[in-house]
């Protein structure tokens, strides 16, 4: 999921503070999983916002909306309803969530409350750790379900560095080892031989490198047709 974390509250009240009436509007997707998207934190955000010692002059006003995917940009467009009075609008959603809004209603400043962090998992309650940076070409096939493009602070695909040292990376004691975690991980599934084998130089092409990146549905399935 995309996990994102609020940004501080003088900070969202500064960007605000010019409007008279702004609307929140959460996103009930990955965000609200994370607790910074969904209903009850937009409604908590804008109680906290209402507050006037975050203020000079009189604060504005704030109404909230949740829409489930603030995403995608047919879905919001049939179904996001923003009351006729809005002067700005406040996403809290990812950072594709915010620029959807800025499409869709194109007439409205729309300013993001969150600050969009990474793409992770819950591991444990209330501790989201990054997992994947979304490379285009992914190697977990290879290294035991362990990603070492997002999880090794070199991005190493052939084996640690010279810093590893009792299962811990060398970037602090609290970070494990992403090659001692897929090594111990490959051992465990009985296959340590994939370990011993060079890995190819990795095509980055479909990396982010190379600008924003586009998937359309039909390339999806001519890659899901049997060979000719
Ligand atoms: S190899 Fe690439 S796609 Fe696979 S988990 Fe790592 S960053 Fe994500
Ligand atoms: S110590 Fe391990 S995780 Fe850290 S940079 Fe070296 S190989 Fe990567």
Redesign the pocket.
């Known amino acids: 999921m995309i996990v994102a974390d609020l940004k501080p509250i003088r900070e969202i009240a500064e960007s605000i503070a010019s409007f008279k009436k702004v609307t929140v509007i959460a996103c009930g997707g990955c965000v609200s999983v994370c607790l910074t998207g969904g209903a009850r934190s937009a409604e908590v955000l804008a109680r906290d916002l209402s507050h006037p010692r975050h203020y000079k002059k009189r604060p504005p006003t704030f109404d909230t909306e949740t829409i489930q995917r603030q995403c995608e940009k047919d879905f919001v467009a049939a179904y996001l309803k923003v009351p006729h009075d809005t002067d700005a609008i406040l996403s809290m959603a990812c950072g594709a969530g915010v620029q959807t809004l800025a499409e869709t209603f194109g007439e409205l400043p729309v300013i993001p409350a969150l600050n969009t962090s990474f ?1 992770g998992s819950l591991d444990e309650p209330g501790i989201w750790r990054e ?10 096939a290879f ?1 035991g379900g362990i ?4 999880r090794c602070a070199k991005h190493l695909l052939n084996g640690p560095c010279g810093g590893s040292s009792n299962g811990k990376c060398e970037i602090s004691k609290d970070v494990d080892c992403a090659w001692q975690l897929i090594i111990d991980r490959l051992k465990a599934l009985g296959r340590l031989d994939d370990y011993e084998k060079i890995f190819p130089i990795k095509d980055w092409s479909s990396d982010r490198g190379g600008g924003p990146r586009t998937m359309g549905i039909s390339r999806v399935r001519d890659q899901e047709s049997p060979a000719p």
Do not use: R
């Open positions: 793409l997992k994947c940076q979304g490379c285009g070409n992914c190697v977990l290294t990603c070492p493009v997002t």
